[in-house]
């Protein structure tokens, strides 16, 4: 895929245009201009100079995009803007000076001049030259109108030169016979023409056209204000250790290996992993989180995000354009060149609007001719055809419309890869959910504390954590981290044995501690019946009951479960609300998936499924109707690309990011009925 800037285009039937040429260059599979952006997409394998050759006969200019210029340059928008107001303004000016001389003393009861009062060829002559002005300072419309007409392509700023143009040319012819008359005392021939002037009506097209163009800008400027900021997060400088020396080189030399430091209060300068220290780091600008996120040795970090109050060693990871920060600029970049069907509609219908209106406007002066009516009436009648015309709402409404949706979603963290998803986000009937990391938090915590009669929490807790201080089981992380958050520590253990799938044994003091399933600490001690009962509804309800007992005696159970997220439920809800179905689809095992189904209110469940059985079920669905596929993990991408819209979840695989449609950096379901 090739990224090019495209030149002179000023209406929706420009990019039409500019599509059709190019697609019709050998070796071009696709091809889409964003007329917002000014910019170009094409995919195949023609050559560069040919797509460029294939744009200039059309009558407009091409460049290839550099990697560096992405989001990073001023648009082309940017620098023109400045350009645009000052013709605007001068053109205002000079246009109520001459509504004054035209229409002032009849509309309003302005006085004229007294050396005005019985010449009319000096007003009609003042009239011309301020009605000149404001067209030389607007050549471009003519300039760009007139060259379109010329290569058979015309375009808007055609119908605004025809419209202005036929005005001024009239009024001329117009001021031209009454110069004649007035020369041979032919008073009633003066009036008559003096009525024919068009002056104003040539400058007003030009500068409501002018103004038009200013909000078109104005419109473009704002839907880039999101990545815009986010470049300015990225730092322009990095410090990084070479030979074993601080060096400070741009952020755009550093490579892939390179070890950087990051003190607090800077910008992280490219993605990478910290190798050494610990800080808190500011994310939001990426996610939308305000809260700061731990980051410790064997963390990610990311480009643009902020070192709170650590001192940061980190490893590039990814430099250049393929940092987050980047990935997202591109996506956002990629999905305004791509056309939703809306936009595609709109660009057919603008490529014969032009061609239309002219000949309309031409049938127009004719049919009025033949019934009777003076040239001067069948004249205005026809421009009034072109004017009316312009701007083309129809061409711009639907990619800025689209522009702004991208914008906005990209400043509050949920990224659409393609216009396409934006506009189909508003069709899905079902929305299914992958189970762990999507509707769960992913990480296993403490749920329950259930003692053994005469022993204290902390008594089970430190019996716990002594023992599973010892394990690397994702279960044993979850007691470490609650024992923590009580302030319980782990006493001093030897003759650690762990049993795989069943449990653990080690020895503390002179007492053995052992921990695990109901049936393997049902192998060492008798366990009483309630604590039995209430083991097996732990276990009914999605979570993982740990017994523990120390010295022959049962002491309790610890409860662990991956919860769902704190917006799973308030998600799911909303879809409802909406009317959209929510199903989960999950590889665990039934009455896990169940148990966390209902606690989020989802009703249907598809449990047991491998990644290809996902992929099949989601194809299944969508004989039914439009789905959505929300997930995180590398099993989920078959099923993301198969859903006709694919979500991926923030913290999930690059893998699921790649395959889906929309990329929620929060990490929050919140974002999905939103």
Avoid at 131 to 157: E, T, Y
Avoid at 662 to 674: E, F, I, Q, R, T
Wanted: net charge negative; proline share 3%.
């Amino acid at each position: 895929m090739q990224e090019y800037n495209i030149t002179g285009m000023s209406c929706a039937a420009c990019s039409a245009r500019v599509e059709k040429a190019v697609s019709k260059v050998s070796g071009v599979k696709s091809c889409s201009v964003s007329l917002l952006t000014n910019s170009m997409s094409v995919d195949g394998t023609a050559s560069t100079q040919n797509i460029i050759n294939a744009v200039t006969n059309a009558g407009y200019g091409a460049s290839l995009k550099g990697a560096e210029t992405a989001a990073t340059d001023d648009t082309l928008t940017d620098r023109e803007t400045p350009k645009l107001k000052k013709r605007l303004i001068v053109s205002v000016v000079f246009l109520a000076v001459l509504m004054y001389f035209s229409m002032g003393h009849m509309m309003w009861g302005f006085p004229l001049p007294s050396w005005f009062d019985g010449n009319h060829v000096a007003m009609g002559l003042v009239q011309l030259i301020l009605s000149a002005i404001v067209m030389i300072i607007n050549q471009k419309f003519f300039i760009n109108g007139f060259k379109s007409l010329i290569k058979r392509s015309p375009n808007m700023d055609t119908l605004v030169a025809l419209g202005s143009m036929a005005s001024f040319v009239w009024s001329v012819y117009a001021l031209f016979m009454m110069t004649d008359a007035q020369l041979h005392g032919d008073n009633d021939s003066v009036m008559m023409y003096m009525d024919e002037f068009y002056f104003e009506s040539a400058a007003m097209i030009l500068t409501l056209i002018t103004v038009g163009k200013m909000l078109e800008a104005h419109s473009k400027g704002k839907t880039t204000d999101a990545i815009k900021s986010l470049m300015k997060l990225a730092p322009e400088t990095a410090c990084v250790i070479r030979n074993g020396k601080e060096e400070t080189i741009p952020a755009s030399d550093v490579v892939k290996g390179d070890i950087f430091i990051v003190r607090p209060g800077e910008s992280i300068p490219v993605d990478g992993i910290v190798r050494n220290g610990s800080s808190a780091v500011n994310e939001s600008a990426l996610t939308g989180e305000s809260i700061p996120v731990d980051k410790n040795t064997g963390d990610r970090v990311c480009a643009a995000s902020v070192n709170q109050s650590g001192y940061l060693e980190c490893e590039a990871l990814r430099v250049g354009k393929d940092t987050t920060l980047s990935q997202i600029i591109k996506m956002v970049e990629s999905s305004a060149a791509t056309k939703a069907p809306a936009a595609k509609a709109a660009d057919k219908v603008s490529g014969i609007f032009v061609p239309a209106v002219i000949s309309i406007a031409v049938i127009t002066t004719v049919i009025w001719l033949l019934v009777g009516r003076d040239f001067s009436f069948a004249l205005a009648r026809g421009i009034s055809v072109l004017v009316i015309s312009c701007p083309c709402a129809l061409g711009l409404a639907t990619p800025v419309a689209i522009m702004v949706g991208n914008g906005v979603g990209a400043k509050n963290g949920i990224l659409f890869k393609t216009a396409a998803s934006l506009e189909q986000t508003g069709k899905i009937q079902t929305a299914v959910f992958d189970k762990t990391g999507t509707v769960t938090s992913g990480q296993p915590e403490v749920t329950d504390i259930i003692t053994a009669d005469g022993i204290s929490e902390t008594e089970l807790v430190k019996t716990a954590v002594s023992l599973e201080s010892k394990s690397e089981h994702p279960l044993a992380r979850a007691v470490i981290e609650y024992a923590e958050k009580i302030s319980v520590s782990a006493e001093n253990t030897t003759d650690f044995k762990a049993f795989a799938g069943n449990g653990l044994s080690a020895v503390a003091g002179d007492k053995k501690i052992i921990g695990g399933s109901m049936k393997f600490i049902s192998q060492q001690t008798e366990i009483p019946e309630n604590i039995i009962s209430q083991a097996e509804k732990l276990a009914e309800n999605g979570k993982t009951p740990l017994l523990f007992m120390k010295d022959n005696s049962f002491y309790g159970i610890i409860a662990v479960a991956d919860t769902i997220k704190k917006d799973s439920r308030q998600a799911v809800s909303q879809l409802k609300n909406m009317g959209i179905k929510v199903v989960m689809l999950t590889g665990d095992n039934e009455r896990t998936a169940k148990a966390i189904a209902a606690q989020a209110g989802i009703d249907e469940v598809v449990a047991g499924v491998m990644p290809d059985g996902k992929e099949a079920v989601i194809r299944s669905l969508k004989k039914h109707g439009r789905i959505a596929m929300v997930g995180d993990g590398i099993n989920d991408a078959p099923a993301l690309t198969a859903a006709d819209i694919g979500i991926a979840v923030g913290a999930g695989t690059d893998v699921a990011i790649d395959a889906a449609d929309v990329v929620l950096m929060k990490n929050s379901l919140a974002d999905v009925p939103a």
